[in-house]
């Protein structure tokens, strides 16, 4: 499986993002696909997941109202929008992809293919 993030930049707080992760290699339908996310000197933090099935979704608490995950299995692409970003959401983010799986999986350890991390930088 191969996953190429893209989407991040330099961003003013309160403003936008949309990130992309165009996944190959693989049914599209039989991954489940997450968003992480990683400072330096922190683990790296599961943000979003969409499993593979029934599209059922995590996030984590600090991003709930604010980012939509979503995918299009047509164009083997998931997707992050992300709202009303924060300095603290400033951090490499990676997407990544678990053969099979559930949202359950939505952890560093639970997934079996990984991205280049893409940087979102949030300006105060």
């Known amino acids: 499986v191969q996953l190429q993030a893209s989407g991040g930049g330099l961003v003013q707080g309160g403003g936008s993002l949309r990130l992309s992760c165009a996944a190959s290699g693989f049914s599209f339908h039989d991954l489940t696909i997450g968003w992480f996310r990683q400072v330096p000197g922190k683990e790296r933090e599961a943000v979003s997941c969409i499993s593979r099935v029934d599209n059922r979704i995590y996030y984590v608490d600090s991003v709930k109202g604010r980012f939509t995950i979503s995918r299009d299995n047509a164009k083997n692409t998931v997707y992050l929008q992300m709202n009303s970003l924060k300095s603290e959401d400033t951090a490499v983010y990676y997407c990544?992809?678990?053969?099979?799986?559930?949202?359950?999986?939505?952890?560093?350890?639970?997934?079996?293919?990984w991205g280049k991390g893409t940087q979102v930088t949030v300006s105060s």
């Open positions: 990544a992809a678990r053969v099979k799986g559930s949202i359950y999986s939505c952890y560093s350890f639970g997934m079996d293919y």
